[in-house]
């Protein structure tokens, strides 16, 4: 048979949209299926790939994307979505869940802290991606396509990187403009059941690059959040549980998990912190502090300090007010300019 090149071509077409909504075309087929897909990712550097699970109920409800892994260190968020993913059948899904397991392979890989080894970029400051930049652009240009855009709730899990010591919290932005949007990402956090709640400040323009993943989802109108817990490079078995015991919540409160055994009837109180301030390393040196996450603070007290390398005390670090350290830089080396502490209040 003979194939007239105007076919050839839009099968070519055809074929490149496919593989461009690989998440779609999966989440179209009909009944209740999970499916395990890689959405490969060539460049001229080096190919890697971004791995995705679907998990579709029979009956029709929303879209929940759980992403882990975006800091390839971060453990906690890593291991607790691994439990879910052999805990959670289609039987027991209404609508369609869509997670990431590991969204910076590479880094997860090599153990590399904040960036990823193929081109030094930090994936949580490159949304909304692109389809031909470098492999980081090009992994958040495919969650921003691929998962992002079919979400109704877009949930991106954290926790302290290598060299964060962190307090467990789940956050949101306080998008004015899109006050439904928000006031389901704060009732979505209530429901987690992690006692500090953080709201931050959404002042960017449709047009500005979200940087963040779950801030692209919120400029995208998606409900989203993100969960940050765990510390240090290390897993914390009660963060592991911390974090699943809020993701089952939210999926029941969202009507997509239908078995009810992991939660209680319990409603926490939980305490809103919805202004931050980021205290800036003055000075790179070595750096000392007797103070936690979640220990409180006074303003103007001395929270540390920082020494040149011969042990000379070059700068006291002084609170700027009152309120609970979220996280801080939890190991000795710090470069001026990093965030070295960041404390949350309310106001
Ligand atoms: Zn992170």
Redesign the pocket.
């Given at each position: 048979m003979k194939v007239s090149k105007a076919a050839v071509l839009s099968l070519l077409a055809m074929a490149s949209s496919l593989s461009s909504q690989q998440v779609k075309s999966v989440m179209n087929n009909e009944g209740r299926f999970r499916k395990d897909i890689i959405l490969p990712i060539k460049s001229g550097q080096s190919d890697t790939y971004i791995p995705v699970t679907i998990i579709k109920g029979k009956e029709k409800g929303p879209v929940f994307s759980i992403v882990a892994g975006?800091?390839g260190y971060?453990y906690p968020?890593v291991i607790a979505v691994q439990e879910l993913l052999r805990e959670i059948s289609p039987e027991s899904v209404r609508g369609t869940l869509i997670i990431i397991p590991i969204a910076n392979i590479e880094a997860f890989k090599k153990r590399t802290p904040?960036i990823s080894p193929l081109d030094q970029k930090n994936l949580?400051n490159a949304f909304p991606g692109s389809p031909d930049g470098s492999p980081t652009e090009q992994i958040a240009h495919l969650i921003t396509k691929e998962v992002i855009s079919n979400s109704d709730i877009f949930l991106d899990i954290?926790?302290?990187?290598a060299s964060?010591d962190l307090m467990p919290f789940v956050c949101y932005y306080n998008r004015s403009d899109a006050p439904e949007q928000t006031a389901s990402a704060y009732e979505l956090s209530v429901q987690s059941q992690i006692p500090y709640v953080v709201s931050y400040p959404y002042t960017i323009t449709g047009k500005e690059p979200a940087k963040y993943a779950f801030k692209q989802a919120v400029q995208q109108g998606i409900t989203a959040l993100s969960i940050?817990a765990g510390k240090l490079g290390n897993v914390q078995e009660d963060q592991v549980a911390l974090i699943k015991n809020a993701v089952y919540r939210m999926l029941e409160h969202s009507g997509i998990y239908t078995f009810k055994k992991y939660t209680d009837k319990e409603t926490s109180k939980v305490t809103l912190l919805n202004r931050q301030e980021y205290i800036r390393v003055p000075q790179s040196g070595i750096f000392y502090s007797r103070f936690k996450s979640g220990d409180t603070v006074k303003k103007n007290q001395t929270l540390g300090f920082i020494t040149d390398e011969f042990g000379t005390r070059k700068q006291d670090i002084i609170a700027p007010a009152d309120g609970i350290i979220l996280y801080k830089i939890g190991t000795p080396p710090v470069n001026q300019g990093e965030t070295l502490f960041c404390i949350g209040y309310n106001q």
């Open positions: 975006i800091h971060e968020p904040f949580n954290h926790g302290g990187d964060e940050e």
